[in-house]
């Protein structure tokens, strides 16, 4: 349900401005409105850095303690110690424990570089041993020769090499030998000439050794604060939205009178207007209080019960409605977990679901885990019945099992096995165009229900007309298909009400245009004329669209089907001491492809029916922006 909302305008004075504000946003019922688009200001985008750098602080330290937590110690209960950087406890919720989480990030990047230089000049040093860079000089000065490192594979060493250059074999690694040459000038010696680092090996080793301490450290450090202080962070960042919404307040008002007056337009909730309008009478405030016109941009907010606001995550993937629309919540929720159960479509599977739904829904970290939970709790027990009703279960056709439990309910499986075709088409494929109808036309009637709501009752005939023509005929042609005899009085009645409808369709489908008595009928009829070209192609193909209902559902038990036959057959050879392995490999390999496929076309096609057929009959524009009142941000 879309709450209802009051339009507030403002005109304060300057002098009692910063007070106003301050007050304002202590009273958290109004969502102040954006006079100035685009408008920024220093103060604004300190704040809005401010909380990114919180933000970022935050995520390397949940980073690093998934990472490191388990490898640290157990942090004391003297709170961390920091050295002289440390910040105090009267400190620590301000930017001063940011800099240091900041400088605790930047030093573990300094430290691993230096871990990385120090490797790979080990590994340059490591054919060469730990040799002193010292007597290698005091050689070449005695010798007046310089002294060369090579590398070459095997096969390419050749032997006059250390003849002509006194080629030394220092290493063989790797099929590759690393040797010496000592020459006045470069020797014509056809190899990889290697220019080694300053240090010795040695030197690189504790380099790399200390750096590994400092990192170790580092992270005992990162993780201490992540455990003991996250939450003053937290704070910080809650702080600096807060700043970054009273900047955007401060930049959301217009000056009037050569700046002596302000002129402010925020929107609050019905029920908390009378409240707002008492606080500012007390003050003085001038203000006006007010209906929203049609072209207003309200805000919304948008309240629904523990049930429907499971489904609220899936409207949000769309749009949340203008504060114009009817918000579709409870009106889709029902369909979507049906959809999702006929789209599933295994009793088995369902209950994996419900199994999963409910350890999230009692484990899960975190609220909007467990609400993921009990979604799937709903979205668990829609396919255990939708399986149970197809029979269908791990694959499996209950109509073809010999089981003697199963003899009494195998005629009313809703397959082809249990009730048989129904006017010669599989039951499921004809109740998954009937459940879209269903939907189609509770789509029109919100439609006509949006248009009675925004316009009056006039704009919404001629679309009743077309529900109450549609329900006529389907009573009228559908039910004698069925071999329901209808009373000849039954008849002449839908007959009547189809043609009262008609002349609302044809005649009344544009209210507004009888202001021009001339134009008004004609716009009317070619009006009628072009609805009616659009129901009969539209609605034929959105009820086609629910056929993949029937489609899905046949397809996931199809293949799991289709795995459980490999399972059975391919080690039907074996004796039962070892077939037993290679069965459940089959059938996990088999049924987890299977449902994971099915589990992603379970939540794309419903999304797809709701978003397109649904929302396109239901009128459903979307587009709005969220009900978020000014006020102070509180832990």
């Given at each position: 349900?879309?709450?209802?909302?009051?339009?507030?305008?403002?005109?304060?004075?300057?002098?009692?401005?910063?007070?106003?504000?301050?007050?304002?946003?202590?009273?958290?019922?109004?969502h102040v409105q954006q006079l100035k688009q685009g408008q920024t200001s220093p103060a604004l985008q300190k704040a809005i850095?401010?909380?990114?750098?919180?933000?970022?602080?935050?995520?390397?330290?949940?980073i690093s303690l998934k990472a490191w937590?388990?490898?640290?110690?157990?942090?004391?209960?003297?709170?961390?110690?920091?050295?002289?950087?440390?910040?105090?406890?009267?400190?620590?919720?301000?930017?001063?424990?940011?800099?240091?989480?900041?400088?605790?990030k930047a030093d573990e990047v300094n430290i691993r570089h230096t871990i990385d230089e120090a490797e790979k000049n080990i590994q340059k040093l490591e054919p060469w041993g730990n040799f002193d860079w010292e007597a290698i000089q005091r050689l070449q000065q005695e010798s007046g020769m310089?002294?060369?490192?090579?590398?070459?594979?095997?096969?390419?060493?050749?032997?006059?090499?250390?003849?002509?250059?006194?080629?030394?074999?220092?290493?063989?690694?790797?099929?590759?030998?690393?040797?010496?040459?000592?020459?006045?000038?470069?020797?014509?010696?056809?190899?990889?000439?290697?220019?080694?680092?300053?240090?010795?090996?040695?030197?690189?080793?504790?380099?790399?050794?200390?750096?590994?301490?400092?990192?170790?450290?580092?992270?005992?450090m990162t993780c201490q604060?992540?455990?003991?202080?996250?939450?003053?962070?937290?704070?910080?960042?809650?702080?600096?939205?807060?700043?970054?919404?009273?900047?955007?307040?401060?930049?959301?008002?217009?000056?009037?009178?050569?700046?002596?007056?302000?002129?402010?337009?925020?929107?609050?909730?019905?029920?908390?207007?009378?409240?707002?309008?008492?606080?500012?009478?007390?003050?003085?405030?001038?203000?006006?209080?007010?209906?929203?016109?049609?072209?207003?941009?309200?805000?919304v907010k948008i309240t629904n019960g523990s049930y429907t606001r499971l489904f609220e995550p899936i409207l949000r993937m769309y749009s949340l409605p203008n504060y114009r629309d009817i918000d579709p919540s409870v009106f889709f929720a029902p369909f979507f977990m049906l959809f999702f159960g006929l789209c599933l479509g295994d009793g088995g599977y369902g209950l994996l679901v419900l199994l999963g739904g409910i350890f999230l829904a009692l484990k899960g970290g975190n609220d909007d885990m467990k609400s993921y939970g009990r979604l799937g709790i709903w979205l668990g027990l829609a396919t255990t019945v939708c399986g149970l009703l197809t029979g269908t279960v791990f694959g499996i056709d209950l109509t073809k099992q010999d089981w003697a439990f199963l003899a009494p309910v195998k005629p009313y499986f809703l397959n082809d096995n249990?009730?048989?075709?129904?006017?010669?088409?599989?039951?499921?494929?004809?109740?998954?165009?009937i459940i879209g109808l269903i939907q189609v036309l509770l789509g029109m009637v919100l439609k006509g229900c949006k248009a009675w709501k925004n316009f009056g009752f006039g704009y919404a005939i001629g679309t009743f007309s077309w529900v109450?023509?549609?329900?006529?005929?389907?009573?009228l042609f559908g039910l004698p298909a069925c071999g329901v005899a209808l009373p000849i009085g039954l008849v002449y009645a839908l007959y009547g009400i189809i043609g009262v409808s008609v002349i609302g369709i044809f005649l009344y489908n544009n209210p507004g245009a009888y202001k021009n008595p001339i134009l008004g009928p004609l716009l009317n009829i070619g009006g009628g004329v072009w609805a009616t070209y659009g129901m009969?192609?539209?609605?034929?193909?959105?009820?086609?669209?629910?056929?993949?209902?029937?489609?899905?559902?046949?397809?996931?038990?199809?293949?799991?089907?289709?795995?459980?036959?490999?399972?059975?057959?391919?080690?039907?050879s074996l004796p039962w001491a070892i077939r037993w392995l290679p069965m459940v490999l089959i059938l996990l390999f088999g049924h987890g492809i299977t449902f994971a496929l099915s589990m992603i076309s379970a939540f794309v096609h419903p999304m797809r029916l709701t978003f397109v057929e649904f929302f396109k009959n239901a009128d459903f524009s979307g587009g709005g922006k969220e009900y978020t009142p000014f006020r102070v941000v509180k832990s």
């Amino acid at each position: 349900m879309i709450e209802k909302m009051k339009k507030l305008t403002f005109l304060v004075t300057q002098k009692e401005y910063d007070g106003f504000i301050a007050g304002l946003r202590e009273q958290g019922v109004v969502h102040v409105q954006q006079l100035k688009q685009g408008q920024t200001s220093p103060a604004l985008q300190k704040a809005i850095d401010t909380r990114l750098r919180y933000q970022q602080a935050i995520d390397y330290l949940d980073i690093s303690l998934k990472a490191w937590g388990k490898a640290s110690p157990v942090p004391s209960k003297g709170g961390v110690n920091c050295g002289n950087d440390s910040p105090s406890p009267l400190e620590r919720a301000g930017e001063r424990l940011l800099d240091y989480v900041e400088k605790l990030k930047a030093d573990e990047v300094n430290i691993r570089h230096t871990i990385d230089e120090a490797e790979k000049n080990i590994q340059k040093l490591e054919p060469w041993g730990n040799f002193d860079w010292e007597a290698i000089q005091r050689l070449q000065q005695e010798s007046g020769m310089q002294v060369y490192f090579y590398a070459c594979n095997t096969k390419s060493f050749q032997a006059d090499w250390a003849e002509k250059y006194f080629a030394t074999t220092i290493d063989e690694h790797n099929k590759r030998i690393y040797f010496l040459a000592f020459s006045a000038e470069e020797p014509d010696i056809k190899a990889e000439r290697l220019e080694l680092p300053d240090g010795s090996l040695a030197q690189y080793q504790q380099e790399a050794a200390d750096a590994r301490k400092a990192l170790q450290k580092n992270h005992d450090m990162t993780c201490q604060i992540a455990r003991e202080q996250r939450e003053a962070l937290v704070e910080g960042m809650k702080q600096a939205q807060g700043e970054i919404q009273l900047r955007e307040v401060e930049l959301s008002d217009e000056s009037i009178a050569d700046g002596a007056v302000r002129l402010m337009v925020g929107w609050t909730l019905a029920d908390k207007a009378d409240e707002l309008a008492k606080w500012l009478d007390d003050r003085r405030i001038c203000y006006e209080l007010e209906n929203p016109a049609y072209e207003d941009d309200v805000p919304v907010k948008i309240t629904n019960g523990s049930y429907t606001r499971l489904f609220e995550p899936i409207l949000r993937m769309y749009s949340l409605p203008n504060y114009r629309d009817i918000d579709p919540s409870v009106f889709f929720a029902p369909f979507f977990m049906l959809f999702f159960g006929l789209c599933l479509g295994d009793g088995g599977y369902g209950l994996l679901v419900l199994l999963g739904g409910i350890f999230l829904a009692l484990k899960g970290g975190n609220d909007d885990m467990k609400s993921y939970g009990r979604l799937g709790i709903w979205l668990g027990l829609a396919t255990t019945v939708c399986g149970l009703l197809t029979g269908t279960v791990f694959g499996i056709d209950l109509t073809k099992q010999d089981w003697a439990f199963l003899a009494p309910v195998k005629p009313y499986f809703l397959n082809d096995n249990g009730v048989g075709l129904l006017f010669g088409y599989s039951p499921m494929m004809v109740i998954s165009v009937i459940i879209g109808l269903i939907q189609v036309l509770l789509g029109m009637v919100l439609k006509g229900c949006k248009a009675w709501k925004n316009f009056g009752f006039g704009y919404a005939i001629g679309t009743f007309s077309w529900v109450v023509a549609l329900l006529s005929a389907i009573a009228l042609f559908g039910l004698p298909a069925c071999g329901v005899a209808l009373p000849i009085g039954l008849v002449y009645a839908l007959y009547g009400i189809i043609g009262v409808s008609v002349i609302g369709i044809f005649l009344y489908n544009n209210p507004g245009a009888y202001k021009n008595p001339i134009l008004g009928p004609l716009l009317n009829i070619g009006g009628g004329v072009w609805a009616t070209y659009g129901m009969a192609t539209g609605l034929l193909g959105d009820l086609l669209s629910y056929i993949r209902l029937f489609a899905l559902g046949l397809t996931g038990g199809v293949l799991g089907g289709v795995f459980n036959a490999l399972a059975y057959d391919m080690t039907s050879s074996l004796p039962w001491a070892i077939r037993w392995l290679p069965m459940v490999l089959i059938l996990l390999f088999g049924h987890g492809i299977t449902f994971a496929l099915s589990m992603i076309s379970a939540f794309v096609h419903p999304m797809r029916l709701t978003f397109v057929e649904f929302f396109k009959n239901a009128d459903f524009s979307g587009g709005g922006k969220e009900y978020t009142p000014f006020r102070v941000v509180k832990s």
